[in-house]
C-alpha cells in the first residue's frame, strides 16, 4: 500500500511539474517573462528539475536584464548538460553583461596536459568509453583464445593489451573528471556590489570588490563567510548571502 502511496504521489508530482513548464514554455512565447519564471520556479519546487528547466529560466531573466540569476541558471543547466551548445553560447552571451573583467590564468606544466586530456569530455562520456573499450578487450581476448593460427593469436594478443591500456586510461580519465566535478564548487555572484575582504571578518580591509554575475569558486566555509578563488588565482572572503552556489 505504501509503495502505490509513493507512485500515485510520484505520477501527480510529474505531471504537475509537467505542466507548469509548459505553461512557463507558454508565457515566454508570449513575451511574459516574470510569469513564465513564476511558472518554472514552481517546477523547482516540485523537485523536478532538467537542463532545459534552467536553461528557460536562464532565458526569462536574460530577456529581463537580470544578470546574476541568468547566469546562475545558464551554469545549472550546464551541469546537468556540460557538452549542449545552445546553454554554452547563451551563457556567454549572458557574460558579456557583467562589469568585472576576470582573465582566467592557464595552467602549466603536466596538471594542464592531464586537465586538458581529461575535460575533452564529462565523466559519465568517459564511462561509456570504457565500457566500448571493454567490449574491444573482451572481443580480442576471445579472438585470441579461440583463434588457431599463430599469426592471428599475435595480433589478437596486441589488440588486447593495446585495447587494456585503453581500457584503464579511460576509466582513469573518468575518476579524475569525477573527482575534479565534485571537488568544485562554483558559484555566482548576486549581490549588486560586494566587497572581498583579506580575512573572513566585517571589520576586515577590502581587497577587491566583485560586482553581480561574476563567476567565483568556494574553497572554505568558515560561519558566515566563505573564502574564494577567481579564475586569475585572486584569493578572498566574501559574506555568504553575496553569493549563490551552483552545485
Not at 568556494?218 to 584569493?235: A, M, Q
Request: proline content about 3%; glycine content about 8%.
Amino acid at each position: 500500500m505504501k509503495h502505490l502511496v509513493y507512485i500515485i504521489v510520484f505520477i501527480t508530482s510529474f505531471g504537475f511539474a509537467q505542466s507548469g513548464f509548459e505553461k512557463g514554455n507558454v508565457l515566454y512565447q508570449k513575451g511574459q517573462y516574470e510569469q513564465a519564471i513564476q511558472a518554472y520556479e514552481s517546477v523547482l519546487d516540485s523537485h523536478q528539475q532538467s537542463a532545459e528547466l534552467y536553461f528557460n529560466l536562464g532565458n526569462c531573466y536574460y530577456k529581463l536584464h537580470q544578470v546574476a540569476p541568468s547566469i546562475y541558471n545558464y551554469e545549472k543547466a550546464l551541469v546537468l548538460s556540460p557538452d549542449d551548445v545552445d546553454i554554452t553560447n547563451n551563457l556567454k552571451f549572458a557574460h558579456k553583461l557583467t562589469i568585472d573583467e576576470v582573465k582566467e590564468v592557464p595552467k602549466v606544466g603536466f596538471a594542464k596536459l592531464l586537465r586538458d586530456f581529461t575535460g575533452m569530455y564529462h565523466f559519465n562520456t568517459w564511462a561509456c568509453i570504457s565500457i566500448v573499450f571493454g567490449f574491444l578487450f573482451l572481443g580480442f581476448f576471445i579472438g585470441y583464445y579461440f583463434s588457431p593460427a599463430t599469426l592471428y593469436k599475435r595480433i589478437f594478443f596486441i589488440g588486447m593489451f593495446l585495447w587494456l591500456i585503453f581500457l584503464f586510461l579511460s576509466i582513469g580519465a573518468g575518476i579524475f573528471e569525477k573527482n575534479h566535478f565534485i571537488n568544485e564548487r562554483p558559484a555566482i555572484v548576486f549581490a549588486e556590489v560586494s566587497e572581498v575582504k583579506s580575512e573572513p571578518q566585517k571589520g576586515s580591509p577590502a581587497t577587491f570588490i566583485l560586482h553581480e554575475g561574476t563567476k567565483v569558486f568556494v574553497e572554505e566555509t568558515l560561519g558566515k563567510w566563505k573564502k574564494i578563488e577567481l579564475t586569475d588565482g585572486t584569493e578572498g572572503w566574501i559574506e555568504n548571502e553575496a553569493i549563490r552556489e551552483v552545485k
